[in-house]
């Protein structure tokens, strides 16, 4: 799995928010280029972006087959941003400070991870 969070002053996969996922993958390994770097085959959608990784920047993914969810079906914003469309508004209240009042709304995501 690829890491696409980055560390603070680190702009190359855009900013970091709360909804984006923090590894894509599972992605292949080509080739071991030095004793702490791997070369990865990307996909189509990452491929302005050099495909040599440091081995912090990488997750070993163990997981089962059914949890893959392919490139395909992600949708990435220019910035590789992670896009979410809100379906509909669960519930709603506003809590009351002392001279101000903060409304807090639930809201039910379409994504693919499921609602």
Known sequence: MLKVSPRKGVLRFGK???LNPRYIG???I?????????KL?????LSNIHSTFH?????KCLSD?????????????????FVEEPVEIIDQEINQLRQSRI?????????????
């Open 16 to 18: 970091r928010g709360k």
């Open 26 to 28: 599972p992605i292949k």
């Open 30 to 38: 080509l080739d071991r280029v030095g004793p702490v770097a791997y």
């Open 41 to 45: 085959e990307l996909p189509k959608e």
């Open 55 to 59: 081995v912090s920047n990488l997750k």
């Open 65 to 81: 087959e059914s949890f893959i969810i392919p490139m395909k079906e992600l949708r990435l914003d220019d910035k590789l941003n």
């Open 103 to 115: 409304p807090i709304v639930k809201v039910r995501w379409n994504s693919k991870r499921g609602p």
